[in-house]
């Protein structure tokens, strides 16, 4: 999924299915290539696909409409931040991160949650910390006290 802008009006936004190799429905690996390949400026999202959610049509190739979410909605509750725009907002909070050592970084938690916001979409803190949560975990960071601790390499080699 892909924000439209000229699909947002007002707190309404829209976000549209990005056809890669002429599928819509890839499988999160896939997908994430692709999205990181792309280079989008504009925040990405994947969604789950599954019978039981009733995604089957909106990912059908001949869809044209937008999903659309309200602004009291989140499309942190209904899709998946790509990993590179995860890697993005946790990079750009290395800028003035604390170094307890010469190769980690503490990355507050509370400035990560407002850039993603801001780059990637309004979403409340406990709507947006889960999946920053679990991507550090998948880098081998993990959460002390009030921040990510991350490999300064690892976060900068992507």
Do not use: C
């Not at 924000?3 to 947002?8: G, I, R, V």
């Amino acid at each position: 999924m892909q924000q439209l802008d000229e699909a947002s009006h007002g707190d309404l936004r829209g976000y549209v299915a990005v056809i890669v190799n002429g599928e819509t429905v890839l499988p999160r690996e896939l997908a994430e290539r692709a999205a990181a390949e792309t280079g989008a400026p504009r925040p990405r999202f994947l969604l789950p696909w599954t019978e039981r959610r009733g995604l089957e049509k909106f990912a059908d190739t001949k869809a044209t409409v937008p999903l659309a979410v309200m602004p009291e909605d989140s499309i942190w509750r209904r899709g998946l931040p790509t990993r590179v725009d995860l890697h993005a907002v946790l990079r750009e909070g290395l800028d003035g991160a604390e170094s307890p050592t010469p190769s980690s970084a503490l990355v507050p938690i509370e400035s990560t949650l407002e850039l993603a916001t801001t780059l990637i979409g309004p979403g409340t803190p406990e709507d947006v910390q889960p999946h920053f949560d679990a991507y550090v975990m998948q880098l081998d960071g993990r959460i002390q006290g009030t921040a990510y601790l991350l490999s300064i390499e690892r976060l900068l080699r992507g």
